[in-house]
């Protein structure tokens, strides 16, 4: 799939978001200090979000992720941005859901609204 492509993937994503991933922006990352991205197109993958100017991507994992070929996937995509220097942060639905202040804290220690 080209750029093109990937961008178009990307809005979508974006109006079709989770309730999880809705969740996560409005109530947090939207007013963050540090500017985060949303459905991000990285080479040929697509993050959920992405702070550039840390470089850290989130992602959120459904129940899916705990297929094996979906975490076999992961693992690849996890391997490749690792390569090119960013960052993986990982939090499940059920963690947004239920422990969404340990959610909160986590990000805002990997990723300080001061400058690094």
């Known amino acids: 799939m080209g750029s093109y492509g990937h961008k178009q993937l990307a809005r979508k994503l ?3 978001a989770t309730p999880e991933e809705n ?10 200090p540090v500017r985060f991205l949303r459905q991000r197109p990285i080479g040929r993958y697509i993050v959920d979000f992405y702070c550039p100017s840390r470089k ?5 994992d459904g129940k899916q992720h705990e297929k094996e070929d979906i975490m076999e996937y992961d693992r690849i995509r996890t391997e490749f941005l690792s390569a090119i220097g ?5 939090f499940t639905n059920n963690e947004i859901n239920t422990c969404f202040k340990f959610v909160r804290d986590t ?5 300080p609204a001061s400058s690094p």
């Open 14 to 16: 974006r109006s079709e």
């Open 23 to 32: 969740k996560l922006w409005y109530d947090f990352l939207s007013k963050y």
């Open 56 to 60: 850290i991507a989130i992602e959120i």
């Open 86 to 90: 960013i960052a993986v942060m990982r």
């Open 107 to 111: 990000i805002q220690e990997r990723v």
